[in-house]
T-cell receptor, first 114, second 115 residues
Framework: NAGVTQTPKFQVLKTGQSMTLQCAQD?????MSWYRQDPGMGLRLIHY???????DQGEVPNGYNVSRSTTEDFPLRLLSAAPSQTSVYFC?????????????FGPGTRLTVT | AQKVTQAQTEISVVEKEDVTLDCVYETRDTTYYLFWYKQPPSGELVFLIRRNSFDEQNEISGRYSWNFQKSTSSFNFTITASQVVDSAVYFCALSGRNYGQNFVFGPGTRLSVLP
């Protein structure tokens, strides 16, 4: 198993550009999430999905779109990048280990918006 | 709203010292879950432990131990006989019962263990 993979590892964008951060997992996990990590703030939840076709907003969803057409993939789209979106992005996947869930994190994508 | 506070921004210790990382949380839920994660300099997030709100037993795993006290809403993490490899940022996190529900991370504590 490759676990949770994220591409690219690093990305530099100009303000106003769009891009998609890719996240894939090969563990057949039903749950997937995107977080951003900013200095001194820990990780904050952007969007999450509890299964294919189902997504919901987290704490900081503005400026980001997601979709979940397959169990394996959960891409994060930045429609018009802004410098405030400079951050490290983590994707996670998980399964229910009743009564809670186990969650595994990808290696992260470092995004800089100039 | 849920909140996790890690008041210690940075801690430096000398190798073999014991160190405790503090975590204080706020929640109105009666069922919740607490986690600790380690983020070494390489950047990945490593799961260390989870604890549910109904289990206040302390846990020990090798040099690591955790003290959960509902009365003070704290979930502290102690490393005994610290080693240089323990140098990392440590995050405490709090979650509601359902996936995605109020999963909140603290700001992290950067631990530096000096040789």
């Amino acid at each position: 198993n490759a676990g949770v993979t994220q591409t690219p590892k690093f990305q530099v964008l100009k303000t106003g550009q769009s891009m998609t951060l890719q996240c894939a997992q090969d563990m057949n996990h039903e749950y997937m999430s995107w977080y951003r990590q900013d200095p001194g703030m820990g990780l904050r939840l952007i969007h999450y999905s509890v299964g294919a076709g189902i997504t919901d907003q987290g704490e900081v969803p503005n400026g980001y779109n997601v979709s979940r057409s397959t169990t394996e993939d959960f891409p994060l789209r930045l429609l018009s990048a802004a410098p405030s979106q400079t951050s490290v992005y983590f994707c996670a996947s998980g399964y229910r280990d009743s009564p809670i869930y186990e969650q595994y994190f990808g290696p992260g994508t470092r995004l800089t918006v100039t | 709203a849920q909140k996790v506070t890690q008041a210690q921004t940075e801690i430096s210790v000398v190798e073999k010292e014991d160190v405790t990382l503090d975590c204080v949380y706020e929640t109105r839920d009666t069922t919740y879950y607490l986690f600790w994660y380690k983020q070494p300099p390489s950047g990945e997030l490593v799961f260390l432990i989870r604890r549910n709100s109904f289990d206040e037993q302390n846990e020990i795993s090798g040099r690591y131990s955790w003290n959960f006290q509902k009365s003070t809403s704290s979930f502290n993490f102690t490393i005994t006989a610290s080693q240089v490899v323990d140098s990392a940022v440590y995050f405490c996190a709090l979650s509601g019962r359902n996936y995605g529900q109020n999963f909140v991370f603290g700001p992290g504590t950067r631990l530096s263990v000096l040789p």
